[in-house]
């Protein structure tokens, strides 16, 4: 099970795991951040021993937002309801949708599994992308604003970009429009797409206030997601539905 909770990185995840599987999965997700964390001397968990060091006792509630309202990593409160909240609240919402996609590919072949990895690494960067959308540029801790800073060299994005185009070799082709389908986790991913869709129409008005690296990766994850949609599908064997118009006739784009 995992808890979030404020930390140095912001909005940064506590993972409280149970044993098995899923304490696994959750060690390895925090491994990935380790890699990616550049503002640490050292990896914020490096163990499975770390991990069970957690007090059982940690409380999830504090009772400062019965009001309606938040704070930011920066400390000013807002009400609930704040764009940027929203937009928080839609990032949270994608990554919880790729758990359960990540949860419908728990047995598949060991070529899915590397997709549950790299979803497992897009959770990570939406904790990130959650710190910076907490953190407004025009804020006055400059010290905050650095540590939140998002992927300043572009790195994020560009993988993104390589596994779009390493997924996109040998899928079929279709000059229709392709329905949400092909399958059970084929249709999360899509689902996480309209979501991530969203959370990118949310980010537009904060645009001036976080890291024009954060909107890059929000636009290319919604790519990535609809043609992962796609690979998982033809990975199952599982055709996918395309549009049909009402009158019987497929709509195909222009040649």
């Given at each position: ?253 222009d040649k």
């Amino acid at each position: 099970m995992f808890r979030l909770a404020r930390s140095a990185r912001g909005f940064s995840a506590l993972y409280r795991p149970a044993h098995g599987p899923t304490a696994n999965r959750a060690i390895k997700i925090m491994s990935l951040r380790s890699v990616h964390t550049k503002d640490s001397d050292k990896p914020v968990i490096k163990s499975p021993e770390e991990v069970k060091s957690y007090p059982a006792t940690i409380k999830v509630y504090t009772r400062t937002g019965d009001k309606g309202t938040s704070s930011l990593f920066t400390g000013e409160r807002r009400g609930k309801d704040d764009a940027v909240f929203e937009a928080l609240g839609t990032t949270d919402e994608l990554s919880s949708m790729l758990g359960l996609a990540i949860a419908h590919m728990e047995s598949t072949s060991d070529t899915q599994q590397q997709l549950v990895e790299r979803l497992e690494i897009i959770q990570c960067l939406l904790q990130d992308v959650g710190s910076n959308v907490a953190t407004p540029l025009n804020s006055k801790s400059q010290s905050k604003i650095r540590r939140t800073r998002f992927d300043p060299d572009g790195h994020h994005c560009a993988r993104l970009e390589q596994w779009i185009d390493e997924m996109s070799e040998g899928l079929p082709v279709h000059r229709s429009f392709i329905l949400p389908s092909g399958g059970l986790a084929a249709s999360t991913l899509h689902v996480a797409r309209t979501i991530c869709r969203r959370a990118e129409r949310l980010l537009v008005p904060l645009k001036d206030d976080i890291d024009k690296e954060t909107m890059m990766l929000v636009n290319r994850l919604s790519d990535f997601l609809f043609v992962a949609a796609r690979w998982t599908a033809m990975q199952q064997g599982v055709t996918e539905k395309i549009y049909v118009h009402q009158k019987g006739r497929v709509t195909e784009f222009d040649k």
